[in-house]
């Protein structure tokens, strides 16, 4: 069979089992856009925004696993993707990036639309490729999608000079079965000496915490962890990625940690001694002043990527590899164990964490008059019966969706949570109800956060995506005014958000459902009327409190017993 | 603490911007970088000389580890090794300074390579100290121009960094 290089692309996304393409034309990528013309098996999402298109792979990626591709023009179309490159390589998320380059004989000229793709997002990928002969579009394209799903997952590059694609050179195709790279070579399985080790000084722990990140989810080992913890008895925590991989409701789950996390897991961090690390990396978010962190604990890392180790803190034992397979055999060796837990200590340390989570950390109080961001969270998860997919923007309403909405499963709850990119919501909502066209996906959004790419509202119409999006409307920059009335005395510099437009009109200018909501005895019907227009996408304008506050909340630099607590609490 | 860090890479373009791009991200300190191909010609050795405490250390040789490109590495600080460095420096060598100097290269077991009225050049090779010694010695007046290579270095014992 003899292709084309634009043809060759096609066929290798079709043998990587693509389904969708999230993209944008431009001149580089001109043949690319005619061969898919001429196809049916690859669906295009023509978005409108090229940062949207990256989001969307990502948000596709994300709640199903398999990795999200995006096709963008050379020059401007490369650098409007740049952040959503960066957003995925932050939070480790399997994807393909295809970038149209300028034609090989122009590259280094400043030709029209010419920018140094692979120079540019060199330090946020996982790895990226120029190609220089249509006879390496195979094997790079193998290369890509094995790098960017195996080991630690994360965003690949592959810059494609027009010249490349011309269509009138074809050549003999075939797409390489297996794929080996001698200075590539992920850890199948952690050590199982470290693995004993570890089991040893679990089952000696008198004050434990096991503290998982999105390792877990990416590395689909939730069942493994549940059985793991549920053994134990231990008490659980989570970071603002590994939500839902251990179910949120559950008695033994303390809620997320670190600077917005729970009283009870952040306390429970600072006197805990044995630390049980899974997938997670010791994010500066998570661990607050390092110094100061876990000061009494024995920690025990588990992660795929040996740079995570040690990195931050200082671990004492280590095991390398994927989170699935070493709690596998965690387990194995747990029942081959004669040793027996420390009930005795084990339980007065859950009577200690009880009297923690006594202190009803995220308690608010909910008026007549104004809703409060925390009770609409709240509402969403009772009108989805806590079994929506939930992509959020980045700031307060983020906070509070990750606080308020317990999620049970994972690949659930989606949000930036490395890079913290606002704007990354909407296209991820439209990733994930590609994903799963029947499901429901609710955005939950700010009404800064929801401007940075609102023009997909576009796309959401073309492709009939009936999300739900729920803008927490507080008139702030709300994350920023909350550092300023902490940390500047009130000096609300520039995070106002004036001349906002009518979001009900906006929406249905886009030929959406626009629904404004200010009551709080009006938002739980107004919201089960939103998710029962199962083939419309309501935008949900939601008037809340501009004051309210992220509570229990820890200052950059200190430690976890030292939270700010809501005025409303028992003060620490 | 400064180590010497022996790396072999694929010989590809755009390898050695990935590296020297690592140290600048996340600033690593980075006193010398050589690069060359090998016998091998789908392989690049790259000898790199770094300083930090251990764990600075073992960051950077987990993030080099972790460049795809990057096929093997071996600090050469951790065991015994040979290091070697060339220098090539020009010498003023007027009137009565011409003897001193062939003195000092004979000390210091170097060649002279070129030689005009005014000046030569002296080849010399070693430990980067000794190369350091050699300069320090020759004055600064009489010091036309120094290049140096950066240090190579190579495991002592039976075993290679090889494939
Ligand atoms: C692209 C980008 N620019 C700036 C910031 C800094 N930032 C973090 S939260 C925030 C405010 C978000 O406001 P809004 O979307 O209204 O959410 P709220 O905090 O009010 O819930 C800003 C500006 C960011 N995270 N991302
Ligand atoms: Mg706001």
Redesign the pocket.
């Known amino acids: 069979m003899e292709l084309s290089g634009a043809e060759i692309v096609i066929q290798c996304l079709k043998e990587e089992g693509v389904e969708y393409v999230f993209g944008y034309p431009g001149g580089a990528v001109l043949h690319i856009y005619d061969a898919l013309f001429k196809q049916n098996d690859i669906q295009h999402i023509l978005v409108r925004h090229e940062q949207g298109a990256t989001h969307a792979a990502d948000g596709y990626a994300r709640s199903c696993g398999k990795p999200g591709v995006a096709l963008v023009t050379s020059g401007p179309g490369a650098t409007n993707a740049v952040?959503g490159i960066a957003t995925a390589y932050m939070d480790s998320i399997p994807m393909v990036v295809l970038t149209g380059q300028v034609p090989s004989p122009f590259i280094g000229s400043d030709a029209f639309q010419e920018v140094d793709t692979v120079g540019i997002t060199r330090p946020c990928v996982k790895h990226n490729f120029l190609i220089k002969n249509v006879r390496d579009i195979a094997s790079t394209f193998r290369k890509a999608f094995y790098l960017a799903t195996s080991g630690r997952p994360g965003p690949v590059v592959i810059d494609i000079p027009k010249d490349i694609t011309d269509p009138n050179i074809k050549i003999p195709f075939s797409y390489p079965k297996k794929i080996k790279m001698r200075s590539y070579n992920p850890v199948a399985k952690g050590h199982l000496g470290q693995i004993k080790r570890a089991i040893d000084l679990m089952l000696q722990a008198e004050r434990p915490v096991i503290y998982t990140g999105g390792g877990v989810v990416l590395d689909n080992a939730d069942k493994q962890l549940v059985e793991l913890v549920r053994t134990l008895g231990f008490p659980i925590t989570s970071t603002l990625m590994g939500l839902g991989a251990y179910p949120g409701t559950d008695k033994q789950f303390l809620g997320m940690l670190g600077m917005h996390g729970t009283y009870e897991a952040n306390m429970a961090m600072h006197e805990t001694d044995t630390l049980i690390a899974i997938g997670a990396r010791f994010d500066d978010r998570v661990t607050g002043q390092v110094a100061q962190f876990c000061p009494n604990a024995t920690i025990i890392h588990i992660d795929i990527d040996p740079s995570s180790i040690s990195k931050n803190v200082r671990v004492d034992v280590p095991i390398v590899g994927p989170v699935s397979s070493v709690l596998d055999d965690m387990l194995l060796v747990l029942k081959e164990n004669k040793q027996s837990l420390k009930s005795e200590a084990l339980a007065k340390w859950w009577k200690q964490i009880e009297v923690w989570r006594s202190k009803q950390c995220l308690k608010y109080q909910q008026g007549s008059d104004i809703i409060k961001?925390q009770f609409a969270v709240e509402t969403l998860y009772r009108v989805t019966g806590g079994d929506a997919f939930v992509a959020s923007?980045?700031?307060?309403?983020?906070m509070?969706a990750a606080q308020f909405y317990r999620f049970n499963k994972p690949r659930r709850w989606i949000n930036s949570g490395g890079l913290?990119?606002?704007?990354f919501g909407l296209p991820a909502g439209m990733g994930i109800q590609m994903a799963y066209p029947d499901a429901s996906v609710a955005v939950v959004?700010?009404?800064?956060?929801?401007q940075?790419c609102i023009q997909e509202l576009a796309t959401c119409k073309q492709y009939h995506l009936p999300l739900k999006i729920m803008l927490?409307?507080?008139g702030?920059?709300?994350?920023?005014?909350?550092w300023q009335e902490f940390f500047y005395e009130g000096r609300y510099s520039h995070?106002y958000?004036d001349s906002l437009p009518d979001f009900v009109k906006l929406a249905e200018s886009y030929g959406h459902v626009g629904m404004k909501i200010e009551q709080p005895n009006d938002l739980e019907a107004a919201m089960q009327e939103a998710f029962a227009m199962r083939d419309r996408l309501v935008f949900m304008d939601v008037v809340v409190d501009p004051t309210e506050n992220v509570y229990p909340m820890i200052e950059a630099g200190k430690g976890h017993h030292e939270m700010y607590m809501s005025p409303g609490s028992e003060l620490v | 603490m400064r180590h010497i860090i022996s790396i072999l890479m694929e010989n590809e373009s755009g390898a050695l911007s990935r590296v020297a791009g690592l140290f600048s991200a996340r600033g690593y300190n980075i006193e010398s970088l050589t690069v060359a191909p090998t016998e091998d010609p789908t392989l690049s050795r790259m000898t790199l000389v770094t300083r930090g405490d251990e764990a600075i250390v073992e960051q950077i040789t987990k993030q080099l580890n972790k460049l795809i490109e990057v096929v093997k590495l071996l600090d050469l600080s951790d065991g015994p090794h040979i290091e070697r460095e060339i220098m090539l420096i020009k010498l003023k060598a007027e009137n009565g300074k011409r003897e001193e100097a062939m003195r000092l290269v004979e000390i210091f077991r170097g060649k002279v390579v070129d030689v005009t009225d005014s000046t030569f050049v002296v080849e010399l090779t070693g430990k980067s100290a000794k190369l350091d010694a050699f300069i320090k010695a020759a004055h600064e007046e009489s010091v036309v121009e120094v290049v140096r290579s950066g240090p190579l270095g190579i495991a002592r014992g039976a075993k290679g960094l090889r494939l």
Do not use: C, K, W
Not at chain 1, 420 to 423: A, C, F, V
């Open positions: 952040t961001p923007d980045v700031g307060q309403h983020q509070f913290g990119t606002m704007g959004t700010g009404e800064a956060s929801i940075m927490l409307n507080n702030y920059m709300g994350m920023v005014r909350q995070s958000v």
